[in-house]
């Protein structure tokens, strides 16, 4: 039987870290979307952003500090460049001066990846992105319908209302993929969330319609092996998606980002829950509001370009058990 040949990373032993182009973990621009089982793409807009802007530079950064990757998982042993087709796909097109243009475009780019069966994993910009990610990806039809599950790792819901007037923030953007039966809440998980709220019920949408939140505190008390086990049993064997907001983490390892609550988890904590959700339906993630100007020693890129590439082991692994 031929061997598969799929894009690589550079060699490293050849061309040192520091030089070459910036691409995500080193590997093969890709525009041929025939090419790939699953695109790593740049999101660079944060038109959601209520407070401290800066996300729509995280993609640059991201892959500048994810030639650090290398090519196998050094606990699952998951070599996701060998077991799947990975390239980096390039920036969605944005609009900076208009939002909702910006997220029209970005949903039908998702819908197009969709339609080509191709898996998005995608370095953000703010967590607004998300909805149209999941827009686009519905109405390609794959689902036949069918809303996704969710696991959200945020110190934040982001199932508010309105916030200054507007339906649409970085706050709000959950509430709405719920509302148009993009996400089916009573297989949502949210993990990490914490910090004041602005009154008691900011929590009460989420939790009337089924969604598990799961706070830090909860997250201490029940343990790691706990929170995974839990958060198998309510995704099931059913499509989901994976969206990692570094505000979830505490601010010590993730301080460039626009909302940093402090007491948030580890970023090895994290990376043991991730490794726990090996063999889950994943068809798509993303890791979202990395904001440079907030961190310019690079340290919060470098977390969130080693949790994508956590993320993209679990996508590829999924890609695998189910390609037939």
Known sequence: MKTKIYPQPIDTSITPRFASFATFMRLPIIEDLSQVDIALLGLPWDGGTTNRPGARHGPRQIREMSS???KMHHVSKIPPFLIARVGDCGDVPVNPMDSMDTMIKIENYYKDLSLANVKPLTAGGDHLMTLPILRGIAKSGILKNEPLGLIQFDAHSDTLDIFFGSKYTHG??????????????????QIGIRGAIYDEDDYKFARDAGVRIITIEKFYDLGIEKVIAITREIIGDKPAYLSFDVDGLDPVYAPGTGTPEIGGMTSFEAQRVLRGFEGLHFIGGDVVEVSPPFDPTGNTALVAATLMFEILCLIA????????
């Open 68 to 70: 650090f990757i290398r």
């Open 172 to 189: 709000t953007g959950f509430r709405r993929a719920i509302e148009e039966n993009l996400l089916d809440p009573k297989r949502m998980v």
């Open 317 to 324: 692994k999924s890609h695998e058990m189910r390609k037939t």
